[in-house]
């Protein structure tokens, strides 16, 4: 093979790792550099040497680890060239340099994977607003480029990348720590962590908006920073998240027909709900139950294994849904835990009964804007018969819509009633 082929194969290797390892080479430079920016800027600087070097010099043996010591040299480099117009960074390239300096066997997996926790527990520090947390997470932790985290949650790139600079901004400002918080801190903190995955997982597995009832790409991210979470911490809610977020991927290839429209839980063919996923969900969940405290995340995660564990929807335990949704409601108050104890409700007692519960959470105004309550009251008054309150709230509900297969099965439903 010649020397192009050679190379071609190198940059090959260069892809993979960078597809592979990226994100845990940058949270190190991170921690080593002490800045997000300039860790980004080494990063890439890295992976532009490897690209040069490799080829002729050959693939390290610990390919992260060389990107993390060349980054950081590079970095301490570039502060040496710019420090002729800034004498402040002068001294900041001497104090990188005269820390510790990390041969390439320094790197392991276990720092690697402290880092990348570090990081998590930065982007999510709680001196940042919500919506800055989850952006940051996502650009930082999972890689995602600004424009796809804005397509992700409906907002201009420009507005994301400003939360991010803001954030990255608040994060050197507040000297916010780079690191993992103290156990008797951790359950405030890991709170707001899994509130961030949760939501990640969430866009992914039903899109807020637009053609396609899901984004695999964001749901398999918040799944893969749930399994560093269980790894590296062991937690009960973290361990109840990651069953819940792996109950709920079981069933994406059976929550729409091969057209793309909604298919709901009843009717779904439960063959091709993915049964890996399922056993690994439900040993969490076990795992979650006995090492308590018991959480909203555990508690969720169990009533997904009780719909995995049922063979067919017929067969499922309603009454145990209820009696954990009971649970829930006083663990997690919230009006949408309600109304999805409500619709359990109905499954054990019948529409009447669900229908009655639903009304009094909308009578409230909790969740007038909210599509799944209208939705829900519209079934339930099919079911009974009232034709013209289900159209009502059909309608309402499909006002309210804005993913097209969702907008879709209303409009199917509205037909039906006709």
Known sequence: MGSGGAAQDVRTVVDAVYRSDSRRVLATLIRLLGDFD????????????????????????NPRAWLVSTGRFQAIDTLR?????????????LELEGQSAAPVE???????????????????????PPDAQVALTLREVCGLTTEEIAHAFLTAPRTVAQRIVRAKGKIRDARIPYQVPARADLPERLEAVLRVVYLVFNEGYSASSGDSLTRHDLSGEAIRLGRVLVELLAESEAMGLLALMLLQESRRDARTSPSGEVVLLDDQDRTRWDQALIAE???????????????????QAAIAAVHAEARTADETNWIEIVGLYDVLVLADPSPVIELNRA?????????????????AILARGDLWGYQFAHSARADLCRRLGRVDDARVSYVRALALARQEPERRFLERRLRELA
Not at 106 to 128: I, K, M, Q, S, Y
């Open 38 to 61: 300039r860790a980004e800027e080494a990063l890439h600087d890295a992976f532009s040497a490897a690209i040069e070097q490799w080829p002729r010099d050959g693939v390290p043996s």
């Open 81 to 93: 060239r710019r420090a002729r117009f800034d004498a402040s960074l002068a001294a900041l390239a």
């Open 106 to 128: 320094w790197t392991g997996e276990e720092t690697l994977e402290d880092d990348r926790l570090r990081l998590v527990f930065t982007c999510c520090h709680p001196a940042l």
């Open 281 to 299: 969900g439900i040993g969490l969940v076990e795992r979650a139950l006995v090492a308590r405290p018991l959480g909203p995340y555990a508690i």
């Open 343 to 359: 619709a359990a409700v109905a499954m054990r007692d019948g529409p009447g009964a669900g229908l009655e519960l639903v009304e």
